[in-house]
């Protein structure tokens, strides 16, 4: 099963590459020049993630979202250009490059008026699959100095049936190193409440498309309703993302929802942004890095 998994992803992904061969050309000339001159087009942006159980719904940190600004192609989406680099082998300098920066400017949050700020990072499962994965995140721990507990690596469930048992071994080793684990995008693909079961999850990060038509979808509201009440009880986090409207928010005041992601807060927005708005304080040396 896993393996039929596996073919049919590259076998869409050549569908891709058959439609658009030149557009898919030109991306991969740029991603690997973009990888050797240093990741320069690459840039780390960060949305702040809120607790809208405490007055004025405080920030509680970020998840950092990669942007690639090619000089040559200008701006292309996680959605276009993470595939691609999955099947290139660039995802995981690229992917060990988002985790270095976000630890290291969580840091400088944490040491500059915010001790408790979180960052999350996305993490595919080819990234979780490469071999030393558990001794980069160690490494990367101990050369930017986060405390461990404020970091949490967000992983698919579509991708984490593939391999379950190695994928369980992995997350354990790394949950070990005190960093904590979130289920993105739950709901979605190959959704499993067994999933929760057989892996130790920190957090729950419900899909967006539940909250889509929130106000008026009795299914998309019992949903929510629903799994915030296993995460309640089970103690782990429930995180709703891509709440757009105040009707959204709403509606999710009335549960056991805390934290909350999404446009009607705040977007995704470049790391001096994401601190001019959610981290006043004194402005860290830049040299430092
Ligand atoms: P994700 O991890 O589920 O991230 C949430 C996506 O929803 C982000 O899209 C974010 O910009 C978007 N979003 C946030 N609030 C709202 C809202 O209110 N409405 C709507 N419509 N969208 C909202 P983005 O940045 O385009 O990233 C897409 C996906 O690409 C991410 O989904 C994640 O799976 C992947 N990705 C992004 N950055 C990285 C990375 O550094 N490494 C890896 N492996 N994957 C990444
Ligand atoms: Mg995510
Ligand atoms: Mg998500
Ligand atoms: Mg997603």
Redesign the pocket.
Known sequence: EAKKLGKNRVALYSDKIDSSSNRRLDMEKNMRDAAVSGYKEFE??F?PIMDIQLPGTPCTGA?????WNSEELGFI???EF?PLAEYLGL?NP??NY?LRESCFFCKQWNDNGHPNYKVN????VV?LLQTDIVEIVAQTLKDTGINPRNLTL?V?ESLAINDMERMKSILAKIKKLGVRIAL??FGTGYSSLNHIREIPFDVI?V??SFVKDLAGDAYSQSFIRMVAELADAIDVSICV????TKEQYKVLEGMKVRLV????FD??LPRAEFENRYVKIDKYEEEKK
């Open positions: 780390v942006y949305q998840e950092a979202l990669i942007r989406t996680p959605a993470i995802i690229i992917g988002v990072v996305n993490l595919s990234q967000e698919t993105d995008d990060k899909d967006q993302e891509g709440i757009e992601q999404g446009y009607y977007k995704p």
